[in-house]
């Protein structure tokens, strides 16, 4: 059997297509004409040995086999950089601060200080975990360089939007809720303390369904937030990321609950030229995300 080996330029082309929902779009981005961009995608199926997309409507999706190179490619693609950062980049020294949520300090920090430390061994990472405003406001004082938080209804400089989230109502796994107007309790809430962009969204919800709510629990922490829900003491609202055990996210129509707004996640950079290892370490806090 002939041995494959893919091209890893094919490989980004082929992944950044699919990011960006548009290989037309992948070609400006990889300063490339769209007919080279196509040619490598044909040179990338007759690797593979089967189509990798197909048509559905006016565009073009992932068959089953695309989707599996899909996973690769990128496992792949994050390797190829983590390597030739680790050449280029072990002389690099200093300190980055980073700002992070509690929702991602378990699922993504440890990745990403793993992958920055094998690239920078001489490189220190200052690591802050606190709440959206305390973020952001340590990224105006000075005190960041870089924080990954929730983006508000006032505009940022040097902000750049990485996803957009469901807000979702998250109960115990156990909880039975009864949440409409003419229910006898009032829907209980386990919120953190204000001010929070989640504890305003469930309210502000509940209010124009005309549902009767009560704050049942306050917390300082996330985590403090889910040991209330686990012992049911009422719901809250957060996104599907990084949900720990003994929890879920409910189906709003299901328990009778009014629908909430999407949530938009940002990296923010101190100032727009930041240092080649905070740019580093952004792109693998995207890389993480993404996968």
């Given at each position: 059997m002939q041995r494959v080996t893919f091209d890893?330029?094919?490989?980004?082309?082929f992944v950044t297509g699919i990011e960006l929902g548009s290989f037309a779009k992948a070609a400006d981005r990889l300063a490339r004409s769209t007919s080279a961009v196509?040619?490598?995608?044909?040179?990338?199926?007759?690797?593979?040995?089967?189509?990798?997309?197909?048509?559905?409507?006016?565009?073009?999706?992932?068959?089953?086999?695309?989707?599996?190179?899909?996973?690769?490619?990128r496992r792949l693609l994050e390797l190829n950089d983590e390597a030739a950062t680790a050449v280029r980049g072990v002389q690099l020294e200093g300190r980055v601060r980073l700002g992070m949520q509690e929702d991602f300090g378990e699922n993504v920090l440890p990745e990403v200080l793993g992958r920055f430390k094998r690239a920078h061994p001489k490189l220190r990472v200052e690591v802050h975990i606190a709440r959206n405003n305390v973020l952001l406001q340590s990224?105006?004082?000075g005190r960041l360089d870089l924080a990954l938080a929730w983006e508000t209804e006032t505009s940022a400089p040097n902000m750049e939007h990485v996803f957009t989230l469901p807000m979702c109502w998250i109960a115990a796994t156990d909880a039975s809720i009864e949440a409409t107007p003419e229910a006898s309790e009032p829907v209980s809430l386990v919120v953190l303390d204000a001010p929070c962009l989640m504890r305003s969204a469930a309210t502000n919800a509940l209010d124009?369904?005309?549902?009767?709510?009560?704050?049942?629990?306050?917390?300082?922490?996330?985590?403090?937030?889910?040991?209330?829900?686990k012992a049911g003491l009422g719901i809250?609202?957060?996104?599907?990321?990084?949900?720990?055990?003994?929890?879920?996210?409910?189906?709003?129509?299901?328990?009778?609950?009014?629908?909430?707004?999407?949530?938009?996640?940002?990296?923010?950079?101190?100032?727009?030229?930041?240092?080649?290892?905070?740019?580093?370490?952004?792109?693998?806090?995207?890389?993480?995300?993404?996968?």
């Amino acid at each position: 059997m002939q041995r494959v080996t893919f091209d890893l330029d094919v490989m980004r082309s082929f992944v950044t297509g699919i990011e960006l929902g548009s290989f037309a779009k992948a070609a400006d981005r990889l300063a490339r004409s769209t007919s080279a961009v196509s040619a490598q995608l044909k040179k990338l199926e007759d690797q593979a040995g089967t189509p990798l997309l197909r048509k559905s409507g006016r565009g073009m999706v992932l068959t089953e086999a695309g989707e599996t190179l899909l996973g690769y490619a990128r496992r792949l693609l994050e390797l190829n950089d983590e390597a030739a950062t680790a050449v280029r980049g072990v002389q690099l020294e200093g300190r980055v601060r980073l700002g992070m949520q509690e929702d991602f300090g378990e699922n993504v920090l440890p990745e990403v200080l793993g992958r920055f430390k094998r690239a920078h061994p001489k490189l220190r990472v200052e690591v802050h975990i606190a709440r959206n405003n305390v973020l952001l406001q340590s990224l105006q004082s000075g005190r960041l360089d870089l924080a990954l938080a929730w983006e508000t209804e006032t505009s940022a400089p040097n902000m750049e939007h990485v996803f957009t989230l469901p807000m979702c109502w998250i109960a115990a796994t156990d909880a039975s809720i009864e949440a409409t107007p003419e229910a006898s309790e009032p829907v209980s809430l386990v919120v953190l303390d204000a001010p929070c962009l989640m504890r305003s969204a469930a309210t502000n919800a509940l209010d124009r369904a005309g549902v009767p709510w009560r704050i049942a629990f306050t917390s300082a922490s996330l985590a403090g937030t889910w040991a209330a829900v686990k012992a049911g003491l009422g719901i809250s609202v957060r996104t599907p990321f990084g949900l720990p055990a003994d929890v879920r996210a409910l189906d709003s129509q299901q328990a009778n609950l009014p629908a909430l707004p999407k949530l938009g996640l940002a990296l923010y950079r101190s100032e727009a030229d930041v240092s080649p290892a905070v740019e580093k370490l952004a792109e693998l806090i995207r890389q993480s995300l993404r996968s």
